[in-house]
């Protein structure tokens, strides 16, 4: 296992397996569905995008570790942990997995529900470091934009937009504007922007 902890860069996490401590938001989470185990001390879980939610951890499996020993699984969870997730803020203490950690655990085969978070117009906005700067911390589709007019004199404005797609150059993006701005740019919350 990587011997770093939390943080790394949202890029960094995406689409990556971790052990994650059993802190109080994964504790509350699973006492609260009745799922904890006294023989675990950690949990194995998943980083991905959720377009709405931003980045999430989805928990898969209880293991406990030992000092040099790789982690033992001690529950599986049903339908690989649906409805077990957490915002990534809220996941504590964790260690990243390499592929090949993830696929001695036979975790890499477990994935087949993201392609319900991978839209494929999103794969590509995805992708993209030059937004990496823009980007909301945790949540990896949502960008700042600065609004402006050409035909009349208002302060530009900061606003947040929820990318949804890019040309096919890649020259534009869409997305829809997630905050109202103050002055009348002619555009409103919920409005689809180019």
Request: with cysteine.
């Amino acid at each position: 296992m990587n011997d770093e902890t939390a943080p790394y860069p949202d890029r960094e996490i995406i689409d990556r397996w971790a052990i994650a401590e059993l802190g109080p938001a994964i504790s509350d989470l699973l006492s609260a569905k009745g799922l904890m185990r006294p023989d675990a001390k950690r949990c194995i879980g998943f980083f991905y995008i959720d377009h709405e939610e931003g980045i999430t951890f989805r928990i898969h499996s209880l293991c406990r570790t030992g000092a040099g020993k790789p982690p033992e699984i001690v529950m599986d969870f049903e339908n690989h942990g649906e409805g077990l997730i957490l915002h990534a803020d809220e996941v504590g203490t964790y260690t990243l997995l390499s592929n090949d950690e993830a696929n001695r655990l036979s975790l890499l085969e477990e994935q087949r529900w993201r392609i319900y978070y991978e839209p494929e117009p999103l794969q590509a906005v995805r992708k993209r470091v030059d937004l990496d700067r823009f980007r909301a911390p945790g949540y990896f589709d949502d960008v700042s934009v600065i609004l402006y007019s050409k035909e009349r004199e208002l302060i530009p404005k900061g606003v947040w937009v929820r990318l949804e797609s890019q040309s096919d150059d890649g020259a534009s993006l869409r997305g829809t504007l997630l905050n109202e701005p103050y002055s009348d740019f002619g555009v409103h919350e919920g409005s689809l922007l180019r």
